[in-house]
């Protein structure tokens, strides 16, 4: 048959009309448990929950940036990339899950130069296991995705390496091997696994241990510097603490609303 | 019909080649299952031997997809109807402690090389 203009300009009126009664949400967006991918939003996966472990409508973290001196950083970093197995290698191709890092660097639109000389200097970096995370959207593979406690996982026999996580998320959150990381490694966590070279790795909130009904392992040994709990939750330690605190993110204009947030 | 001998000349070489792997192995030993060490400490898998020796890669293979993306921790055995954790460092091989004389003796011998051990620990092979 030949597909003459008018037949042609007939189907396509159709095929948009019948895009119209679908309704926007559903296209843009999808909410948790549905195999389908929205446009701009990323689908969240169920998470099943055992009997033992912490749960949250949105799990979220605060850090007080006062609280925070160089050993409770350096205690918090030791402690997360030990039990995470993730190594020191010198040079640009570290790979990194918490690190300490200057104010300047974490908040590029809110600092002045005339900052009170007693606030802090530097702060922890970790991933802000965003609302709207860019990572989840770019990845190709669906190795990067994100639970419907907001937590954003990475599925590490499933990422192929691509990096574009990497070029999507604003913040140089997630780390690249370059190579294998156990060269690198003093001590192994049996518990763990290694990493291999071609993987992008980054915090996880340490879901691993909210399934054993643990605190993430940086809450812990934070001496109270950073909390951890239920966005949702009006009465959570970290609601109450954005409620009489003055708090920000990292770069929120970027739309990729940020949970972790910092007490200034 | 034209070039006869050399269609003959040439079936004769595939059929050759083509049963090469069957003639070669005439006489030699026949394929053995290897001895391989059972846990010291145990006495029950959390399936039963058959089970497992069948449907080992496809159950590790589901646990990976379903603790990693489920977040489902927990295996119900059908066998003993108990609770196990589904993980392979710390299930499996709290009792098949030596991964040399377990698992890799029959995938040496089978010839298979899944990559488990690139990214999880075992804790005997990291001593050495």
Request: glycine share 6%.
């Amino acid at each position: 048959m030949k597909t003459q203009r008018r037949n042609f300009l007939k189907i396509a009126a159709m095929a948009v009309l019948g895009w119209g009664v679908r309704p926007a949400s559903e296209i843009l967006a999808s909410g948790g448990g549905t195999a389908s991918e929205g446009l701009l939003f990323a689908s969240r996966h169920k998470v099943h929950v055992g009997p033992n472990a912490l749960t949250a409508s949105r799990w979220a973290m605060v850090i007080d940036t006062a609280k925070l001196n160089e050993k409770v950083m350096e205690d918090i970093v030791h402690t997360c990339h030990s039990i995470h197995n993730v190594p020191t290698i010198p040079g640009n191709q570290n790979i990194k899950w918490i690190w300490e890092t200057h104010m300047d660097h974490l908040f590029l639109e809110d600092l002045h130069e005339y900052q009170p000389e007693a606030g802090a200097k530097s702060a922890l970096a970790l991933c802000n296991h965003c609302d709207n995370p860019p990572c989840v959207r770019v990845c190709p593979t669906k190795a990067t995705f994100q639970r419907e406690d907001g937590i954003v996982m990475m599925d590490f026999h499933r990422c192929i390496g691509c990096r574009y996580c990497m070029a999507g998320c604003p913040y140089g959150s997630r780390s690249f091997n370059f190579m294998d990381p156990r060269k690198h490694l003093e001590t192994t966590n049996p518990d763990f696994p290694t990493r291999t070279k071609g993987v992008v790795e980054k915090c996880e909130f340490c879901a691993e241990r909210l399934a054993e009904g643990k605190m993430p392992a940086c809450v812990e040994v934070s001496e109270g510097a950073l909390a951890f709990g239920d966005l949702g939750d009006p009465e959570s330690e970290v609601r109450k603490l954005l409620a009489e605190r003055f708090s920000i993110r990292r770069s929120p204009t970027l739309g990729t609303k940020p949970c972790v947030y910092y007490l200034v | 019909m034209y070039d006869k001998n050399k269609i003959l000349i040439g079936l004769a070489v595939f059929v050759v080649f083509m049963t090469y792997p069957f003639w070669n192995n005439i006489g030699s030993a026949a394929y053995q299952r290897p001895e391989i060490e059972k846990p010291k400490n145990a006495k029950d898998c959390v399936e039963s031997v058959e089970f497992m020796r069948a449907e080992h890669m496809a159950m590790l293979n589901d646990w990976r997809d379903e603790v990693v993306r489920g977040g489902e921790h927990e295996y119900h055995s059908t066998a003993s109807h108990q609770v196990f954790q589904k993980s392979l460092t710390k299930t499996c091989i709290k009792c098949h402690e030596n991964k040399d004389q377990f698992c890799d003796k029959c995938h040496a011998t089978v010839s298979v090389n899944p990559y488990c051990w690139d990214c999880h620990v075992d804790p005997k092979g990291e001593k050495k």
